[in-house]
RNA sequence: GGCGGUGUGGCGAAAUGGCAGACGCAGCAGACUUAAAAUCUGCUGGGAGGUUACUCCCGUGCGGGUUCGAGUCCCGCCGCCGCCA
């Protein structure tokens, strides 16, 4: 397409005109206490986007949503006098660009700068106002050198059980301090993934596949880094309350915990003396322990070797092998054919005595509770599954219905129940519980089992610790070396620890990292080498936005001034603190956003930063689909770059568009018409102030002129600033922006325009369209004039919002009929007598009983009547 | 299966329990133009009636309920999306 459309607006002349002077005039740059031009009296207002991964790709129309939200809001606050705190970053540690160089050999550094430079670009282009003297890119070993001290902090802290708080290491009196550090090595079974070369945390592994890429990921034991998040269980679930954040993000985190209330029971083993080891199961029913009629071990728990008999344990080794290469979702899936072999063991049902078999079976997890469990055939579906399938017996202890006198679980001529049921009801064949409700029932068995000391009331999570450990070159290695078989730290002044310079990225093929192949390198000392793991891509982004506050500090991970100040709660509303506003897709609602908040506790309570909490108010940008209604992506081929905009159409028009297009946090489809239209109302926003004379040079129309404006104009006028500055509030741009096309409709047609009115107009304007808004400022005020980046936000005086006379519709059982104009502040008999006389109302009431009148002020009438 | 979200014109959507469909897209008509584009003006949920001004009926996924009044609140379903299993 070569001809030369014709710009409805010349916005090619002027948009990297503002970019550029922006730029060079750091017109968004937030001074930090102590600095220059940094005004105390100043509120600060803190909002963050999700930094982004700069792929290749480069961005697409998705990207900026957020970005173009949190500007919005971050112009808008400027303008209200807040010293405004407006970040980017570059979360650049990741497998794409160590993939890319295992195919081409190029260092992943090389295509780190690359797709940074190619991102920055295009934000640029789209007039952000970042403050780009906080840039920070987690790869650079100025970042990455307070991440590897963060996790020094973190290995040298333990959880006080008792203070409920992370403490120094030292404060901890037991004899292995190793074995409670928060940060610790594990030999459990991990997710190893072959293809990737690595292992994945849970919450990167989806239904058996690896979330990058989808390679199968299997189970196996592997010495690992492990964080120990699930100290922080407790705090992570309460205090999720005080937070701004979308409920359902909330409950997302809550499920991901996965809190349950329960009991702990301990079953002796049968034939062992009292005392001796025994086998520990949670349960969340203990009110149904008398309807455990058997046990079930994971396969891979460490008794299973010692009750298996003889000639079980052929059976038994083979079955364990087998679970070994299924993942959890596979071994836990509802749907799925339970299989399972016996001990040849039995215990002993500490309520009512009786044997038991032991089983093992690959739906109960070593990693959940404690790898054991009381099977409950009667109450349990998995369990009644497996019962059907090896014919054991089941026990009904759970009525749905009272039942008096069916005593005990020693009645001999019980009838197995037809089908398994979950439900709560009333406990039978339970001996002393007979009788209660669930609930009560529950309580009343933790108690006897307390009072007999074989069990106790427990909770337990869903959360597993963090593993913690990547089999990568690019990502920040663990400043820790081996010696023996015994860690220990790097001393501060050792950081940042760089990883080596490498040419043969590939994985070697076993789980030794691609780091083990450098034999100079791993040589510490005479006695010492390196750990040759990296830290997984999420370190960097678990304290990025502290790094923000302080980028350049080379002393401290944040100087605490700066920390104070940027992440203080906001007196206004009396928060806790944190950032105000934070923007990103929902996708991180588990991973980041909960990684994140168990780093700033460790922080919070070693006292390196003021808040419990990073993110006060959290916000998630709906997906944006492709204009066939469907998901982008590049085999669909409906991917729409932002440069596919931003070059035909200007980057005011992409901001107002994606902003326009819809409540920020539904998912909606990319229209190109859509964009035509809001060009359109931009350009009309041109004319209001610019007309083009003959030669079709842009001069400022003769119609704006130095006028009061009229009643309805500068009702208009008033009733904008209005709508618009709440709208910005509530993050309710698409309703904005509407209202300023109602504001450019009613101005399009007048003879004279009041430059009062347009000067409001651009004000409000300017936070989603920066550039035609400054560019129409200096045409009203000349080259000379501040940028209006600078200008306050204006007020609306609400007496101008209100009408003399309304119109009230008057509705006859609901329906309008029709419809009187009355004084603002008539009274109510007036307008009740008004209504009764108006012309269409007779006719509706002739003949009928008028029942009701119901009158509501400003609003409407309403006459009841029957017959 | 559980939890959460969502359902309104041809499309994106708007509506503190109070005139459903603001605003925009698409479409139709008119003005300007030799013509087109651009721009400006008007119309545009469905149906019925009337010569016009207009009038009436139906309408927010489905079925009930509360209320003078329900897109909005309550109960029960159905579809789609997401997360967990």
Sequence with gaps: MTTERRRPYPFDRFESKWQARWEAEHTFHAPNPGEEGFDPACPKYYVLDMFPYPSGAGLHVGHPEGYTATDIVARFKKMQGYNVLHPMGWDAFGLPAEQYAIKTGQHPRITTQRNIAGFKEQLRRIGLAYDWQREINTTDPAYYKWTQWIFLQIYHSWFNPETQRAEPVSTYRGSDPDSVRLAYVSEAPVNWCPELG???????????????????????????????????????????????????????????????????????????????????????????????????????????????????????????????????????ELAKDKTGVFTGGFAINPVNGERIPIWIADYVLMGYGTGAIMAVPAHDERDWDFAQKYFLPIREVVSDTPTLGLSGGSSPCEAPPLACSTASGFAIHSGPLDGLPTEDARREMTALLETKGVGRRSINYKLRDWLFSRQRYW??????????????????????LVPPEMDDFKPT????????????????????????????????????????????????????????????????????????????????????????????????????????????????????????????????????????????????????????????????????????????????????????????????????????????????????????????????????????????????????????????????????????????????????????????????????????????????????????????????ELIEQAAMEAPEI???????????????????????VAG
């Design 509 to 828: 093929g076993t789980p030794e990292p691609p780091l083990s192949k450098l034999t100079d390198w791993i040589r510490y000392s005479d006695v010492a080498t390196r750990e040759t793991n990296t830290m997984p891509q999420w370190a960097g982004s678990c304290w990025y936005y502290l790094r923000y506050c302080d980028p350049k500090n080379a002393s401290r991970f944040v100087g605490c001034d700066a920390e104070k100040y940027w992440m203080s709660g906001n007196g206004a509303n009396s928060k806790p603190g944190g950032v105000d506003l934070y923007v990103g897709g929902t996708e991180h609602a588990v991973l980041h956003l909960l990684y994140a908040r168990f780093w700033h506790k460790i922080l919070f309570d070693l006292g390196h930063v003021s808040t419990p909490e990073p993110f006060q108010r959290l916000v998630n940008q709906g997906l944006i689909l492709g204009e066939d209604g469907q998901k982008m992506s590049k085999s669909r081929g409906n991917v729409v770059n932002t440069d596919d905009v931003v070059t035909p159409y200007g980057a005011d028009a992409f901001r107002c568009y994606e902003m326009f297009m819809g409540p920020l946090e539904q998912m909606k489809p990319w229209s190109m018409t859509g964009v035509e239209g809001i060009t359109r109302f931009l350009a009309r926003v041109w004319r209001l102030i610019m007309e083009e004379d003959q030669e079709g040079v842009w001069r400022r129309s003769a119609a704006v002129q130095d006028l009061p404006a009229d009643k309805a104009g500068s009702k208009v006028v008033h009733a904008t600033i209005k709508k618009v500055t709440e709208d910005i509030e509530t993050l309710s741009f698409n309703t904005a922006i509407a209202q300023m096309m109602i504001f450019v409709n009613h101005f399009t047609g007048a003879a004279t325009r009041p430059v009062s009115g347009m000067r409001v107009l651009l004000q409000l304007l300017n936070p989603f369209a920066p550039h035609i808004t400054e560019e129409l400022w200096e045409q009203l005020h000349g080259a000379n004039s501040s940028m209006l980046a600078h200008e306050p936000w204006p007020a609306y005086d609400p007496a101008l919002l209100v009408e003399d006379e309304i119109e009230l519709p008057i509705q006859i059982n609901g329906k309008v009929r029709d419809r009187i104009t009355v004084k603002k502040d008539a009274a109510a």
């Design 475 to 496: 990502g920040e290695p663990f400043p820790i070396v081996w010696e023996g078989a015994q860690h220990r730290p790097l001393g501060e002044a050792e950081l940042p």
């Design 198 to 332: 690595t292992v994945l945390s849970n919450e990167e592994v989806i239904e058996g596949k690896s979330e990058v890429g989808g390679h199968p990921v299997v189970r196996r034991p592997m010495r690992q880094w492990m964080l120990r998040i699930t100290a922080f269980a407790e705090r992570l679930i309460d205090e999720l309350d005080g937070l701004d954040w979308p409920e359902s993000i909330k409950l997302l985190q809550r499920n991901w915990i996965g809190r349950s209330e329960g009991a702990e029971v301990r079953f002796e083993l049968a034939g062992a003396e009292a005392g001796a080891e025994g086998i520990d199961v949670f349960t969340t029913r203990p009110d149904t322990l008398y309807g455990a009629t058997y046990m079930v071990l994971a396969p891979e728990h460490p008794l299973v070797e010692r009750i298996a008999s003889a000639e079980q344990l052929p059976a038994i080794r083979d079955y364990r092998e087998k679970t070994a290469r299924k993942s959890d979702i596979e071994r836990t």
């Design 842 to 864: 007779a006719k509706w009431i002739e003949g009928k009983s008028v029942k009701k009148v119901v009158i509501v002020p400003g609003k409407l009438v309403n006459i009841v």
